[in-house]
């Protein structure tokens, strides 16, 4: 922008690269600028849109439903607007908020100075527990404020607790990987680490916003229009930019500074740094900040990390045509290394519910009898999956047996523990009588018990019967002819 509100340079992205992106010239800009970014890609993001919503004619919720999946994660820009883009208007405004999470995580940082003003009148207001923060015509206080409630299957819902126009403001919304809001707040010294857990995962970027002071009161702006920005992908590659504008100045006081080895950076009413953070390190479950230039006092710092899901298993069984009966019991057979494992079963069409957790570092046989629904008329199915699906190390699963028992079905049998029995039945044919018998393992030995077919003794005696009489009768004749003989 000049001095006199007017566009001074513009650039568009004219294509998403295999290595990177490219920017075109739109307008051509007067000076050479620094622009940092932080690029994110990768399998693990599967959606990414962009929108622009209007800010309502009332409070309470609004629906943003122009999606075509349900988000994990949004920021949201806005220089308070009342028209779509391309514009411009008096008085230098912007806001950049965030959410994330399965229950939203909300914060937000919005800044301003009014135009023509003397003494200056500028502002900034930056807090946890909201996304959108939009300043009032005079730059004196908030007067559109809002967070996200809720994700939805096509976009997300805001509650408003104030507005004040028709304002537009902007939005990238995102799905796939892990993603965190969170805060902290600078240190007074340059040796005290600065230490953010907790995460699940490790982190694989970061973007940290402030004003520099402490958090905001719930609708309630501080003095100056102070912010700073910056962003990291590890300890090496990180940079920050900040700007301050005093307020109540009879000329107007603003200063900015660039930082290419660090992710925070503090102004002084001097124009002077006076504050500068650094990313120490980037953890297994978070990242450690260190002072380079201890802040004169804590100042809030609210950040979006992005993670992987590359660690997360899901494995599924789908079986089709088991037989009906009374119960069916689905049996799992298996043991894991570090880390637990969720056996679920799904209740059709589309709720999965954890029925065995397989917590044995030996193996070890686990039981679930399906409800009615789980069992979808033959058709069940289920699914392993972690336990913790936000943990970024790898570990192993087990699995020597998956399988439906039903009570008309014959199982696998897996060793003698299992007890398995041999039966045999009687012919298909009611001469012969329906019972059956057979052999079978004790358990508490190894050896083998036998048990008769009752209607195989019903045959057998009449049979030895008949042979002892032939043998009578032989035995007879034999002495006849004998005696005949002499």
């Avoid at 994700?151 to 805001?158: D, I, K, Q």
């Avoid at 380079?292 to 660690?311: C, E, I, Q, R």
Wanted: aromatic letters at 8%.
């Amino acid at each position: 922008m000049t001095t006199a509100g007017a566009i001074d340079g513009l650039a568009d992205l004219q294509s998403m690269d295999s290595g990177g992106f490219t920017l075109v010239i739109t307008d051509a800009f007067t000076i050479n600028l620094r622009v940092h970014y932080l690029a994110l890609g990768g399998s693990d993001l599967t959606n990414a849109a962009t929108g622009i919503l209007t800010e309502p004619g009332a409070t309470g919720n609004q629906d943003i439903t122009t999606l075509s999946f349900q988000p994990d994660a949004a920021i949201f820009f806005s220089s308070m607007v009342s028209a779509d883009p391309p514009g411009t208007q008096t008085d230098a405004t912007m806001m950049i908020g965030a959410a994330a999470g399965a229950t939203p995580a909300n914060a937000v940082w919005a800044g301003g100075s009014d135009n023509s003003i003397t003494p200056t009148q500028t502002v900034s207001y930056n807090r946890a527990g909201e996304s959108i923060a939009l300043l009032d015509t005079s730059i004196s206080g908030t007067d559109g404020r809002a967070s996200v409630s809720q994700w939805l299957s096509n976009g997300f819902r805001l509650n408003w607790a104030e507005r004040g126009g028709s304002r537009r403001v902007e939005y990238v919304a995102l799905k796939g990987g892990l993603y965190v809001v969170g805060d902290l707040l600078t240190g007074t010294d340059t040796t005290t680490p600065i230490v953010e857990s907790g995460f699940g995962f490790s982190p694989k970027a970061g973007l940290l916003l402030s004003n520099t002071q402490a958090q905001s009161s719930s609708d309630t702006v501080q003095n100056d229009d102070a912010w700073t920005a910056g962003a990291f992908t590890s300890s090496t590659e990180r940079g920050g930019q900040g700007t301050r504008d005093r307020d109540a100045q009879g000329t107007s006081q603003t200063a900015t500074s660039v930082q290419h080895s660090e992710a925070y950076v503090r102004l002084s009413t001097t124009d002077t740094v006076d504050g500068l953070m650094d990313i120490q390190s980037v953890d297994g479950d978070g990242f450690t900040s260190i002072m380079d230039d201890a802040d004169p006092s804590a100042a809030f710092v609210w950040y979006l990390a992005f993670g992987s899901k590359k660690a997360e298993l899901e494995v599924r069984y789908d079986w089709t045509g088991v037989p009906s009966g009374t119960s069916y019991v689905l049996k799992v057979k298996g043991y894991r290394t570090d880390e637990d494992f969720q056996v679920q079963v799904l209740t059709p069409p589309s709720t999965w519910n954890t029925r065995i957790t397989i917590t044995a570092t030996s193996n070890t046989l686990y039981e679930y009898t399906l409800a009615a629904a789980e069992y979808n008329s033959g058709a069940p199915s289920i699914r392993f999956v972690d336990a913790t699906p936000t943990d970024s190390t790898l570990s192993d699963l087990y699995i020597d047996l998956a399988v439906i028992a039903s009570t008309s079905s014959r199982l696998l049998v897996d060793s003698p523990a299992d007890n398995p029995t041999i039966v045999v039945r009687a012919p298909n044919n009611p001469s012969y009588g329906q019972t059956s018998g057979g052999v079978y393992w004790k358990p508490s030995a190894s050896s083998t018990h036998f048990f008769q077919i009752p209607e195989f003794q019903l045959i057998v005696i009449p049979i030895l019967a008949i042979l002892l009489f032939t043998m009578i009768c032989r035995r007879a004749r034999r002495r006849t002819d004998y005696q005949r003989a002499y």
